[in-house]
């Protein structure tokens, strides 16, 4: 039985493989199923390139802004310390207390940042599958394909059959770094 599906599946490697080669030496995809990597299309598009710019540069922001406001709450705690001395102790405690509940404000707000941040990565991705979604229609009815599947779901297939690179290249044609995308679909984005 393990021969039999050994084989079936050699076969079905082959018949795959010439498949493929004959598509590919024409110029064209024709198959059935097509795959495509959504990772690598969104990575590797400029709308993908531009947000992995952006989000570094908001990350960057933030990050910087973390660094200035948690010097600025040493420099208030040390100076905090030293006033003890010279203050009554429950006046020492109301400022502490103050002091901790302010610290403990700015960590819930920019941990809020960092939160929305991230979000924002969720947002542009679907942004991006919407505006790709005509682009890989496009490029399905084009092949002649019933469906494209996700390349990491697939067991065995032949390298032809990938349309990951051909999406890139229409997408950046399409929608590039998606800034006109990003203007019309913004509204819509308060809206929710």
Do not use: C, H, W
Request: aromatic share 6%.
């Amino acid at each position: 039985m393990r021969y039999l599906i050994e084989k079936g599946l050699a076969v079905l490697a082959l018949l795959l493989l010439l498949g493929g080669q004959a598509g590919a030496q024409s110029g064209a995809v024709n198959s059935p199923v097509l795959t495509i990597d959504s990772e690598q299309l969104f990575v590797q598009s400029q709308f993908g390139q531009k947000f992995a710019q952006d989000f570094e540069a908001r990350g960057k922001i933030l990050e910087a802004e973390n660094r200035r406001i948690e010097a600025e709450l040493i420099a208030e705690e040390k100076e905090l310390t030293e006033r003890r001395a010279t203050l009554p102790p429950a006046k020492f405690r109301s400022l502490a207390d103050a002091f901790d509940e302010k610290v403990e404000q700015i960590r819930a707000e920019q941990n809020a940042k960092s939160r929305a941040l991230a979000q924002s990565t969720e947002t542009v991705r679907r942004q991006f599958l919407l505006a790709a979604g005509p682009v890989l229609e496009k490029i399905l009815f084009e092949s002649n394909a019933a469906v494209v599947v996700e390349r990491r779901t697939v067991f065995l297939s032949v390298r032809a059959i990938d349309i990951t690179d051909l999406a890139i290249a229409r997408l950046n044609a399409e929608i590039g770094d998606g800034s006109d995308l990003a203007q019309q679909t913004t509204p819509n984005e308060d809206s929710e």
